[in-house]
């Protein structure tokens, strides 16, 4: 898939980037090539493959790092005033903002 001069002009205006007529040629060849490794990995088999969790995971048996969900401090009145301490603005426990959508 050959991306067009308009096309990249228009990328590159998205992106918010001034290019020159010689750049624009550079990235258009670069996005060129980009897209065409995408459409070679998109015309991959995956079928019946399973995804990895790690690259590695081929290889050796990695748990994910994940921590634990366990409650790390319990909520107490006391913590939250310290923590609206911080605040600007507080009202019955709640951060006050200012108005923003009428």
């Keep these: ?10 990328i590159a205006r998205l992106a918010r980037l ?3 007529t010689e750049q624009l040629q550079t990235a258009r060849d670069d996005l060129d ?3 065409g490794l995408i459409q070679t990995l998109q015309s991959v088999d995956t ?3 399973e ?3 790690h690259p590695l995971a081929m290889v050796a048996d ?3 790092r994940l921590r634990a969900d366990e409650v790390t401090e319990i909520s107490s009145i006391e913590r939250r005033e310290a923590l609206m301490a911080n605040a600007p603005g507080s009202k019955q426990g709640l951060f006050l903002v200012p108005k923003v959508i009428d």
């Design 1 to 10: 898939m050959a991306l067009t001069e308009q096309e990249v002009v228009r």
């Design 18 to 20: 001034q290019l020159s």
């Design 33 to 35: 090539q980009i897209l």
């Design 47 to 49: 079928h019946g493959i």
């Design 51 to 53: 995804p990895l969790p």
């Design 62 to 64: 990695l748990p994910l």
